[in-house]
């Protein structure tokens, strides 16, 4: 069993930056294929990012393409999701979701509003 528990959401005025955490309370993620997905309100919700397990190739949503940055810290079980250049679209609530064969876990989500 896996938990997650997302961090690092909060207020930015546009053009600024923030990082997103998915840390694991439990378990090990180096294998697991790690995405993050928002969900803004009234709308679906949406994959931004993922990591693949194991040789750790990095995909990106073209809304996000060269302005976020995924990476893994294997010694501190973590993914980050570097955002810069945030644009009030990106306002959602940003979830950490992983995946392994043929199960999977979402975390509880962080608030990221983007906002002057």
């Known amino acids: 069993q896996v938990q997650l528990v997302e961090s690092g959401g909060g207020l930015v005025q546009p053009a600024g930056s923030l990082r997103l955490s998915c840390a694991a309370s439990?378990?090990?993620?180096?294998?697991?294929?790690i995405g993050w997905f928002r969900q803004a309100p009234g709308k679906e919700r949406e994959g931004v990012s993922c990591?693949?397990?194991?040789?750790?190739?990095?995909y990106y949503a073209d809304s996000v393409k060269g302005r976020f940055t995924i990476s893994r810290d294997k010694a501190k079980n973590m993914v980050y999701l570097q955002m810069n250049s945030l644009k009030p679209e990106d306002t959602a609530v940003y979830y950490c979701h992983a995946a392994i064969l043929w199960s999977h876990y979402w975390g509880q989500g962080t608030q990221v509003t983007v906002s002057t």
């Open positions: 439990e378990g090990t993620l180096d294998y697991y294929g």
């Open positions: 990591i693949s397990g194991g040789d750790d190739r990095a």
